[in-house]
């Protein structure tokens, strides 16, 4: 069985449809790329997966358990509990410092642990600005803290809405490096990226266009590193 | 890290480090909760000090001996002089000093049914003494010796004598109860009051009084009248004229509580507005950071729990400021209005920060119930 499997996915918007007939399986510990020009549904079905909306027609198998039909309460505890999230405007709670941030994950998971957040601030190279606030952090550091906060569960699939797209080059590298390390501890990723060299270091490209499947492309020479200027 | 302890450093932080932003809530909950300990604090206060503005109200003229020996029957002769429809009441007082627990107090003999007639602006708490064995103490008496209402009190009474007298100085105890404890806001309050007939018997001293205070309605001129009158005719009674307020103690007294609770109420409904308001615009521009909670994880319940614990944190310390405030403001407003400084009275600090917290709660509902209802996933598009 897939961890994910989408089946006849629509979500439609009066007229509009933003996923249209949609069928997609991840298998466990699969790294996959979602691309798309823009209002193609792919925040759309990110959220679908990331149970923080509901489909208007169709099955969202996850670990077996159909998501479109759970209530908002089971919804909320399945996303704690399996889901990880990353966002392109690195969302994080302004009053609170880059540790706190990552507890408030735990907090709401089970229990605080300020060593343990800790240790996750360091996997992503911040253990030293822990009691910074957003505002006096960098973009890129402040992405960072969304992959620790995302991590800290371990959340049986990290999903990130376009999380390199407000980065530099040297920001971009390090938030795919570690999407790489977590790979190869088993998390599945599904990326949702505009940027082409971000999509090609995962396994697999799903390209979305008008709410449809487009075009599905496997990555032969995955390597999950991503090559910059050579 | 417990939970608790985590809730704790979110609330605090959101409140701390967004001070800017909650400071027009805080400072209306500080506001209300000063007006609230303020008000409450003369509301309970009023009553003594009009006790000491109106004291002249009841008694307009006073019979004082001027020989030795001041018996009822001077002070009838006195009073008839004076016409019956014009008399309110007339008070014999009799003063001896007698001892409770070994300390000298001033008991007063009198006869209870006219003072209620020439001092009707005194605060009985509890029943007027009626029946023998009963006393009632002064606010000063009662706190000094811990008496309160319904206590037995041995009250004794030693005759003084001269050096080598002769005879067996008196020496006697009585249990006495208390029904009542009396505030005037005046010398009044070191005093054991207590009928005629039981002085008597404490003492062995009958027939003679120290004063009467004398309560008649009428104009200047007659009243003036009335005393040269006396003071000519009655050689044994020196009566003297004293000032006194006309309005209605009582009604003033309740029109003026009344006014104070309506006000309080009033400030605590515009408190509440104030809360409200800027509860919902923090709700409004949180809307993003309530989304983004919900989306890692946070359910309806602690998103509640958040809010309703920084408005109450909110709600507290805004009442701790005003219970302070409050009473520093009373104390103002009681130095100027009455001219004598007030009582604190510790009592109003839980009920105040109690009531802070109700208020602050009350205000948040529907703020709070707005915040539960944000969609994580229409946040997080990028609205
Ligand atoms: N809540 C909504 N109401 C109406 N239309 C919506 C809503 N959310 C998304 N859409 C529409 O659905 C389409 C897909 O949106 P989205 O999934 O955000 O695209 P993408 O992330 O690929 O840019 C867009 O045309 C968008 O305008
Ligand atoms: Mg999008």
Redesign the interface.
Known sequence: MSLLELKHIYKIYGELHALDDVNLKVEKGEWVSIMGPSGSGKSTMMNIIGCMDKPSKGEVLLDGVDIARESGKNLTTIRRDKIGLIFQQFHLVNYLNALENVMLAQYYHSIPDEKEALEALDRVGLADRAKHLPSQLSGGEQQRVCVARALINHPEIILADEPTGNLDDANEETVVDLFHKLHDEGTTLIVVTHDPEVAEVAQRTVVLRNGKIHKETVNTNFTGKIRFRD | ???R???L??IT??LM??RSRMLVAFLAIAIGATILSGLMTIYFDVPRQMGAQFRNYGANMIFTPTGEDFTNEDLESGLSHIKSSDLVGAAPYRYETVRIHEQPIMAAGTSMEDVKKTSPYWLVEGEWPAAAGEVMVGQGVAESLQLKQGDTVAIRYTEETEEGAEEEAADNEIDYKVTAVLSTGGSEEDYVYMNMEDLEELTGLAGSIDLAEVSISSGADQLNSYMEQINSEVPSVDARLVKRVTASETTVLSKLQALVLLVTVIVLALTMICVATTMTAVVAERR??IG?????????K?IVTEFMGEGMMLGGLGGIVGVFLGFAFAQTISKHVFSSSIIFRPGLVPLTIAASILVTGIACLSPIRSATKV???LV???E
């Open positions: 890290m417990k939970k302890k985590m809730f450093r979110m932080a959101s480090r967004r993003k950071e983004l909670r919900k989306a890692i994880g946070a359910s309806d602690s969609d994580p996933a997080l598009k990028g």
